[in-house]
């Protein structure tokens, strides 16, 4: 049994190649054959050194296997107990990945859906509470009291008016003060995303795990 400490960051590096390296080895081993009887060697070489060559080939991918699972098994209860600490919030390493890769996506699918929603009320009411709810109301007053003049309109068609201008006003039911809550939002996301890299480079940088695998 072999057993090494390294930090994060080198165990994260050797992981980026290592199954490139086991694959290559696979595929360059020749781990048996088919040999006529007679023939005393195997592609120049006796059928001795042939068979020790497959039986080194496989002990060699089996320990390079064996070494990268040992490695990938350090490095995730590494991440699942080590702590760092973005935006003022305490996360576990792999929470912290989790929330970079997928989690705040969900945060800002949020923000975009409130903003979006917020930006078409709001075009809707200055819409409808502008110039064409004033004109409505006037034709209203005026329709109801018979002046043709719009600025000289009696009391009565004027109360008509008002009436009329709240009874058709459009209001933004906001039960949630959504302009605080999307700036809230934006502002938990952005400092995230802003912090997380780097509070993950300098944790993978100082943490030591060690691991042990069997060398064949």
Same mark, same amino acid.
């Given at each position: 049994? !072999? ?23 696979i ?22 050194a ?5 039986? $080194?080939?496989?002990k $060699? ?5 064996n070494?990268?699972n ?8 590494s991440n699942?107990r ?17 929330m970079?890769?997928h989690?705040?996506?969900n945060?800002? !699918?949020l923000?975009?859906?409130?903003r ?9 009411i ?7 709810? #004033?004109?409505k ?6 329709g109801?009291?018979?002046?043709? &003049? ?5 009391? #009565?068609?004027e ?8 009874n058709?006003t459009?209001d ?9 809550k999307?700036d809230?939002l934006e #502002?938990k996301t ?6 997380? &890299?780097?509070?993950?480079?300098v944790?993978?940088?100082i943490?030591?795990i ?7």
């Amino acid at each position: 049994m !072999n057993t090494e400490k390294m930090t994060v960051h080198r165990a994260l590096a050797e992981l980026k190649t290592i199954d490139s390296r086991i694959e290559a080895q696979i595929m360059k081993a020749d781990f048996c054959c088919a040999n006529k009887h007679s023939n005393k060697k195997i592609k120049g070489d006796t059928i001795a050194a042939y068979e020790d060559a497959a039986r $080194s080939a496989y002990k $060699s991918v089996i320990t390079l296997i064996n070494r990268r699972n040992a490695l990938k098994k350090a490095v995730v209860l590494s991440n699942a107990r080590t702590i760092v600490t973005i935006g003022g919030i305490d996360y576990t390493v792999a929470e912290a990945i989790e929330m970079k890769n997928h989690g705040i996506d969900n945060q800002r !699918n949020l923000m975009d859906v409130m903003r979006h929603q917020f930006r078409s009320a709001s075009n809707e009411i200055d819409r409808r509470n502008g110039d064409e709810l #004033e004109r409505k109301a006037t034709e209203y007053a005026l329709g109801m009291y018979g002046s043709k &003049d719009a600025k000289n309109i009696g009391e #009565e068609a004027e109360a008509a008016k008002k009436t009329y201008i709240e009874n058709n006003t459009y209001d933004l039911i906001d039960p949630l003060k959504i302009r605080e809550k999307i700036d809230d939002l934006e #502002e938990k996301t952005s400092t995230f995303m802003t912090d997380v &890299d780097a509070a993950l480079s300098v944790s993978n940088a100082i943490t030591e795990i060690e691991f042990s695998y069997e060398v064949m």
